[in-house]
């Protein structure tokens, strides 16, 4: 009956006590001693049956828990950095140590370094490097046996090295085991340690040992992972740079192949401008010297252009590179040292995120702009003498009646029933090589006329505004011949009769800026007022008379009035209405409603400080001029 209550304890798993108390009820009811030793005898022998059990179950335990590992890591597609984490924590669990972690070596520094820790209270084991040979990492990496100790401070088989012990320290560790991580070489060291002394099991480093062969393993086949990854990645962007070379080559192509077409069929900046937007997106405008626009992007709104001008005109110089002012690429149009004019675009994306062949495709077409600027320029220089020679002519008055000049004008292209503005360009001798060409380059963009004369360029070109035009021209020519060049300008003029005058008063400009030492200016004599008339030579009196009192002179004559009278009255009586009525035997009132017609002839400032010296001088040569016809 005994044997089979020990028998049964084993098959329930019952504790300890329940097998003394069994053998003491035994021995209470033995009939002899013999009896008692056989009981005892199978107490003992039941026992070493329940070690046993209990050692195949926990066996049996940390296998199970090892097959589980070695499940997870091999489920897991983790980055090698996550893998190496998730060692260290099922290493902990498996020992249920107070700490676990992990080095890898690094063979060409002869060291194993610490990548991560788990149970760790400090950061001190950071990038601590475990010397070959030193403490148990470096002992276990140079030698690839595991190795434990119960106390690593007294454990007089240990190489130490400070900063080890240190990090060691800090995490007041004690009793430690170490077993290496091997594929086919040593690649690192696992650990497992208490922060009390004790000797590792032989169970607990034979469990940690078959666990860092799987560990291992899973290491290299997570970096075997990773550099494939990389790798494909690479492929990938290598592929997909490949493609994008491939369709930027093939838009390049295309590109070329279109504005090859252009050229040789003859076509103008208008088809580039086109093209360039197919290629690009956006919007264009090509700009000339002048800054006006003369081809852009079908569509484009008139807000656009003048925003595209200011970009022209803030660009610092003209080159052919391009530059880009946060909302336009501006690329001047250059062939040598001559200015051609502008290329704008407006891309449509932000400037900055403009590519590499995108500004290729926009260099591209500035080229070919430029060569058919060049190519129109050419042919323009071909006619400019027989331009020059039409505008000698319009300007040297000769008993030739000016119809047959006229159908001359047609015959090349120049409107004489346009207004046009006439300008002279001065420049110093020793820089007028040039000269004449940039005056017919810069004339045949605006469908003008261009001759020299005593050294001097002559523009005649169509303009609503001589003092606009005058301060261009002398900034292009500035810029072309990179000397200053001194500009006087006339008109508004719409007969080809009147350019000998505007021509004469033209003239006269120059040489009052150049006897003001205003070298690089551009004037009319509306700007210059009375000192055109003192200082030019050849200024006409009865143009200034005409130019500041023609509208109250011409009043008086068709509605015969006395504007003039009263004019040089108010001046002569020192601006006073009082005296003015009391010298024309009138009523003040009349006076003040004269001086109101002559305000709405001459304007509102009429009898400003800057303009009465002007008017007093011109009633003065007017008087003169009556007196001498008397």
């Known amino acids: 009956m005994n044997r089979r209550s020990f028998l049964q304890l084993l098959v329930d798993g019952a504790p300890l006590p329940h097998y003394d108390e069994v053998l003491h009820d035994a021995v209470a009811s033995a009939a002899s001693p013999a009896e008692i030793a056989d009981l005892q005898a199978e107490h003992t022998l039941a026992l070493q049956l329940r070690d046993t059990l209990e050692k195949r179950r926990s066996r049996h335990e940390q296998q199970r828990a090892l097959v589980e590992c070695a499940k997870e890591l091999a489920e897991d597609r983790s980055d090698p950095d996550t ?65 434990s100790t119960p106390d690593y401070f007294s454990d007089e088989r240990l190489t130490h090295d400070p900063a080890v012990d ?3 320290r800090a995490e007041r560790q004690v009793s430690i085991v170490g077993v290496p991580l091997r594929t086919s070489a040593v690649i690192g060291v696992l650990f497992a340690s208490n922060r009390t002394p004790g000797w590792f099991s032989h169970d607990a480093i034979a469990l940690l040992g078959s666990f860092a062969t799987l560990a291992a393993t899973a290491i290299e086949q997570a970096r075997s ?24 080559q093939e838009r390049a192509v295309a590109a070329h192949d279109q504005s090859m077409a252009i050229v040789l069929r003859g076509g103008g900046v208008q088809e580039v401008v086109a093209a360039a937007g197919d290629q690009l997106g956006g919007v264009l405008a090509i700009f000339d010297e002048f800054e006006t626009p003369v081809a852009w992007t079908p569509g484009a709104s008139d807000e656009v252009l003048k925003a595209m001008s200011a970009a022209v005109g803030g660009a610092a110089g003209r080159s052919a590179a391009a530059t880009h002012d946060g909302t336009y690429w501006v690329t ?63 300007l040297t008055p000769t008993p030739r009646t000016y119809s047959s000049l006229a159908e001359r004008a047609l015959r090349i292209g120049y409107q004489p029933q346009k207004r046009h503005a006439v300008v002279v360009a001065h420049i110093r001798a020793e820089n007028r090589r040039g000269l004449a060409s940039v005056a017919s380059d ?65 003239l006269a400009c120059v040489q009052a800026l150049l006897r003001l030492d205003r070298v690089g200016v551009a004037a009319t004599a509306d700007d210059l007022g009375y000192a055109g008339l003192l200082l030019g030579d050849g200024a006409s009196a009865v143009r200034f008379v005409a130019r500041t009192l023609g509208p109250v002179i011409r009043h008086d004559e068709q509605r015969s009035t006395a504007l003039m009278e009263t004019l040089e009255t108010y001046f002569a009586t020192g601006q006073s209405l009082a005296a003015s009525a009391k010298r024309l035997h009138i009523h003040p009132n009349t006076v003040t409603q004269r001086l109101d017609r002559v305000r709405r002839l001459l304007g509102m400032d009429w009898n400003s400080p800057d303009h009465t010296l002007e008017i007093q001088l011109a009633l003065r040569l007017h008087r003169l001029r009556r007196e001498l016809d008397d």
């Open 166 to 168: 240190a990090s060691v």
């Open 332 to 394: 001047g149009l250059v062939a040598g040292t001559e200015n051609l004019g502008t290329l704008v675009w407006g891309p449509p994306t932000a400037p900055s995120e403009v590519g590499d062949l995108d500004r290729r495709l926009l260099a591209r077409a500035a080229v070919v702009a430029s060569l058919l600027q060049l190519f129109s320029r050419n042919l323009a220089a071909a006619e400019a003498r027989v331009r020059g020679e039409l505008l000698d002519d319009l």
């Open 442 to 506: 810069l004339a045949a963009a605006r469908d003008g006329l261009s001759t020299v004369r005593d050294g001097q360029a002559i523009l005649v070109v169509p303009s609503d505004d001589p003092s606009l035009t005058g301060r261009q021209t002398a900034r292009s020519m500035t810029t072309r011949l990179g000397s200053p060049v001194t500009v006087g300008a006339a008109g508004p003029v719409d007969d080809p009769a009147d350019l000998p005058s505007a021509y004469a008063e033209a």
């Open 83 to 147: 893998i190496l984490s998730l060692i260290v924590s099922q290493a902990q669990r498996l020992l249920g140590c107070d700490m676990a972690y992990l080095s890898l070596n690094d063979n060409e520094g002869r060291a194993t370094c610490m990548q991560v820790m788990v149970g760790a209270t400090s950061s001190a084991w950071k990038d601590v490097r475990i010397p070959f040979g030193i403490g148990i990492g470096g002992r276990v990496a140079a030698t690839g046996t595991p190795f």
């Open 225 to 248: 992972r990773h550099d494939r990854q990389q790798t494909l990645a690479a492929l990938r962007r290598e592929n997909a740079a490949l493609r994008q070379r491939a369709a930027d």
